[in-house]
């Protein structure tokens, strides 16, 4: 049995045991060691997951399709940001949430920017 199916075992046992007793404590330790093995055994991978994706083709790709599509008749992040700066009435939980998708392409752009900007003074 290889560690991942071991680890996907002790998970379901310890879950099952910790509901039934009704341990909500033992139930959240159980669940943190779970993911602190998993952060442990794929952070190598996820780094480098994250190295991948913020690269500035990547991002610059992203603002220029999700973070200003649909194009007509004007960008929607514009749209989205004018009726935030307008006082957001009518705005449900949809349209903040498509704030925030339409969003993420230029927040990213903007950390890329000062991490570089950081990274070239030290």
């Known amino acids: 049995m290889d560690s991942t199916r071991k680890l996907r075992t002790l998970f379901t046992e310890t879950m099952d045991l910790d509901l039934r007793r009704g341990s909500l404590f033992l139930f959240i330790r159980n669940a943190q060691f779970v993911i602190s093995v ?34 007509v008749p004007e960008p929607h992040i514009l749209g989205k940001i004018k009726w935030v700066m307008g006082g957001g009435d009518g705005m449900k ?30």
Do not use: N
Not at 41 to 49: A, D, E, G, I, Q
């Open 38 to 71: 998993f952060y442990i055994k794929y952070s190598v991978y996820m780094k480098k997951l994250i190295e991948a994706l913020f690269q500035w083709p990547v991002i610059i790709v992203a603002c220029l399709t999700l973070g200003l599509a649909p194009f």
């Open 93 to 122: 939980l949809m349209d903040i949430l498509d704030l925030i998708m339409h969003g993420l392409p230029w927040m990213l752009l903007i950390l890329k920017a000062l991490s570089s900007l950081v990274g070239r003074r030290s």
